[in-house]
């Protein structure tokens, strides 16, 4: 018997963790990112230092070089940030992160600072991928890439049952 009383699942918003130019994640110089291989979502081209979370819920991924971390929402939604391209080689230097695996973090929440001067003086693209990890689950309601900080980058809706 179909239910029409049925809850519907809550939009999440995403946003930008740092204030840029977006684009869309096809236009990434990275092929892993473009041919969306990790997931969809969309590239920064960042022009601050501060990098924050995307999405309300807990920070799951600190990579020991700072370069990378991924929030998920109390849904599920699995949002990663890798903050430059091949930054990993750095192995922290540049980076110094706020907060811990496991903290609860808000959407525009600091997570981390990153030294993107010294990341460019050192010819390594700071191009920031921002991905849904686990966009298969999810409808893409909208994109906005032209918005400010405070406004949303995309919406998307749950479609797939929680485990």
């Known amino acids: 018997m179909f239910n029409f009383f049925k809850k519907k699942t809550p939009v999440i918003a995403v946003y930008s963790p740092v204030q840029g130019k977006r684009l869309p994640i096809e236009k990434s110089k990275d092929p892993m990112f473009a041919q969306r291989l990790l997931g969809d979502g969309f590239v920064v081209d ?9 999405v309300t819920g807990k920070l799951t991924i600190l ?38 695996i496991g903290d609860e973090v808000k959407a525009g929440e600091p997570i981390l600072d990153a030294d993107i001067e010294l990341i ?30 405070d406004q949303p980058v995309m919406t998307l809706r749950r479609i797939a049952p929680l485990d």
Not at 75 to 81: A, F, N, S
Not at 121 to 140: F, H, K
């Open 46 to 54: 960042p022009v601050e230092a501060v990098f924050r979370s995307p």
């Open 63 to 100: 990579h020991e070089a700072l370069h990378t971390y991924g929030v998920t929402t109390p849904d599920g939604l699995e949002v990663l940030v890798h903050i430059g391209l091949h930054t990993v080689m750095l192995r922290g230097m540049g980076f110094v992160s706020r907060k811990e």
């Open 120 to 149: 460019r003086a050192m010819g390594i693209s700071i191009e920031t991928p921002v991905v849904l990890t686990n966009i298969d689950q999810y409808e893409i309601l909208s994109v906005n890439l032209e918005g400010e900080l």
